[in-house]
């Protein structure tokens, strides 16, 4: 058998370069790059073995170690988790940086490979800069973080270790059923010792992403479902985007004449105008959609997780005789909350069930209720994105003036407070892909690093990111990153002064205005934060509006911008779109002083007697 010598970092990224993936585009590089932020534990290591095949598979450096995991989930999110990117960061605080992002791709079921630094593996210089002691176990360290967020673990302790495990962490992120972060925690020294590795190890190899057929008797349950059923429902998630599948599921809809309602993981599936597309569904959800998800008598959720806001927290779904089917490709989403389940990919059962219902169609009464909601919902969108005379314009407006700016091949990005809500509701996708949230983990600080991310995976594509003040602050240093690697984003900072969705979220549940808007914290004096300058001081173009009118022309000198260009407007904190939504529950005190708690808990112990049983 033919040999390398290489140290096991060197071998690592080696194989990795050499990994490809079969698309409908053709086969690319599964691995697009490398972020890295060097320290102790990587810099001699890892650094040295990324330097030598920079040409091959590049390396990006970041300003913060959660930022640069955004980026890389949001990459894998944009390019519908056919191609994905790794991660890696010294020991210690390094490594914990990720963690959150790591949370962020188990949730959302996304692909991303982490390779933090670890303690040296022979103990030598125990306890070793920035190395956690636990006092009574001599294997744990910082990463034992990874294991509850990674789809799959090891600690990389020998160099041929990396000959099972590398293939093993690719196998995981490649497998819809599977899909995640795989964390391989690699032993500083172990980076650095040398093994003959089999030259065979390194040769190209193409892998292919599975798209499990159904099961022939699941299918025909929910073929003789479909066909039993008087008003029946399809829901769509992510899944149908992960499956390319959203031409199909379109003729299917349009044939049938069964509506469709979206999550926020599937939005976009349809165009925004398509006949049958009733909108946003759950909490957030238009009032179309809403009124047909409490009407059918059959619910199909095809790739979705059916979280609570999908859901209404179980309400939404949950009537007495309603059945419910999930179509997902992971036994564990198929058979949640007591559901028929159909495991499968969400195009092999779309294009079974356009083969299997022939030309059949739902009663044409059903479809007629259903779309004509439609109408009535879009005179709701434009009455809550239309300019007014009040004195800070909402959300919602501000909305308004960025779809109306933005181009047709648009991407908006968002993930946490109340902008994921209104989008929700009201953005328009024209294009696949066009709907870029984060709500599975709710991640704030996700938004501006995950549209580097988005934009990397979509270079062609006018990328718009729509942050509040409070998630900016959070995370903003990939602004820098975004400048410094040419990946123009288009910011909108919607200033309300605080956490205004949670302020909105207290007085619902009956609690005070606490602690949430900076004017409801204790405080000596009130920040009077200049967005504009601070974003200035990392290298975008900026500029602070005073109200919509001057934020339409703003959108227009960022559209010609050559470099990422941020706008800030105060908005008002406190409304929302009134029209849709359904109960998500939040556990209310079941005693209190005040009596407005009281009454809230009332109203939520009459909600929780309505919630649908199940797994």
């Known amino acids: 058998m033919s040999t390398i010598r290489l140290t096991a970092a060197q ?96 949730v959302n079921r996304l692909p991303v490979l982490f390779l933090p630094g670890d303690v040296y593996a022979s103990r030598r210089p125990d306890p070793v800069l920035q190395q956690v002691e636990d006092f009574g176990d001599g294997t744990i360290s910082a990463n034992d973080c990874f294991k509850p967020v990674s789809r799959y673990f090891d600690r990389i302790v020998r160099p041929e270790q990396i000959l099972d495990a590398l293939p093993r962490a690719l196998a995981t992120m490649l497998d819809p059923a599977t899909c995640g972060p795989a964390t391989l925690a690699f032993c500083q020294d172990v980076q650095a010792e040398a093994f003959d590795y089999p030259e065979a190890f390194f040769g190209r190899r193409v892998w292919r992403i599975r798209a499990a057929r159904p099961d022939s008797r699941e299918l025909g349950d929910l073929v003789a479902l479909i066909k039993a059923a008087k008003a029946p429902l399809i829901v769509a998630g992510g899944g149908v985007l992960y499956a390319r599948a959203e031409a199909a599921l379109a003729a299917l809809a349009f044939d049938s004449g069964v509506p469709v309602a979206e999550t926020q993981g599937g939005k976009g599936s349809l165009a925004w105008d398509h006949p049958r597309n009733l909108g946003s569904v759950g909490v957030t959800g238009s009032l179309a959609a809403n009124a047909a998800a409490e009407a059918a008598d059959l619910i199909v959720g095809i790739g979705t997780r059916l979280q609570d806001f999908t859901t209404g927290s179980r309400v939404l779904f949950g009537a007495a005789g309603r059945k419910l089917v999930q179509v997902n490709v992971a036994p564990y989403d198929a058979h949640k909350h007591g559901a028929v389940s159909v495991v499968g990919d969400a195009g092999a059962v779309i294009a079974a069930l356009t083969e299997r219902l022939g030309g059949w169609k ?17 005179a709701i969108f434009d009455d809550a994105t239309a300019p007014d005379d009040r004195a800070l314009p909402t959300d919602a407006q501000v909305l308004g003036a960025v779809w109306r700016a933005a181009s047709d091949n648009a991407v908006v990005v968002c993930a946490a407070g109340g902008l994921p809500g209104e989008l929700h509701k009201l953005w328009r996708a024209k294009q696949p892909g066009g709907y870029h949230v984060e709500y599975g983990f709710s991640c704030m600080g996700y938004e501006i690093a995950g549209a580097v991310g988005v934009k990397m995976a979509a270079p062609d594509r006018e990328v718009h990111v729509m942050v509040g003040d409070g998630s900016y602050l959070m995370l903003n240093s990939e602004l820098a990153t975004s400048v410094m690697l040419g990946t123009k984003l288009i910011v909108t900072v919607l200033d309300n002064r605080g956490y205004g969705c949670i302020n909105r979220l207290q007085s619902a549940t009956g609690g005070a205005p606490f602690n949430n808007l900076l004017a409801d914290t204790v405080h000596q004096a009130l920040p009077d934060i200049d967005f504009a300058a601070h974003a200035r001081s990392l290298g975008a173009r900026s500029e602070k509006v005073a109200d919509l009118a001057e934020l339409e022309a703003a959108l227009q000198r960022a559209k010609a911008s050559d470099r990422t260009y941020v706008m800030v407007i105060d908005t008002d904190p406190v409304p929302t779109t009134e029209g849709g939504g359904a109960w998500w529950d939040v556990a209310v005190p079941e005693v209190s002083v005040r009596p407005a708690v009281n009454a809230a808990r009332e109203a939520y112990e009459n909600k929780i007697k309505q919630q649908r049983t199940g797994d």
């Open 11 to 106: 071998a690592t990224v080696r194989w990795l370069s050499q990994q490809h993936v079969e698309t409908r585009q053709g086969v690319v590089p599964y691995f697009a790059g490398v972020w890295a932020i060097f320290g102790h534990g990587n810099v001699a290591g890892l650094g040295e073995a990324l330097h030598g095949v920079r040409d091959v598979l590049p390396t990006y450096r970041a300003h913060n170690e959660q930022g640069m995991a955004h980026a890389a989930i949001a990459f894998a999110k944009q390019s519908r988790r056919e191609q994905a990117m790794v991660c890696t960061s010294s020991i210690g605080p390094g490594a914990t940086n990720m963690v959150t992002a790591a949370a962020l791709a188990h």
């Open 362 to 378: 739902v009663p044409a009464a059903w479809t007629d209720e259903s779309t004509g909601r439609i109408a009535g919902w879009n």
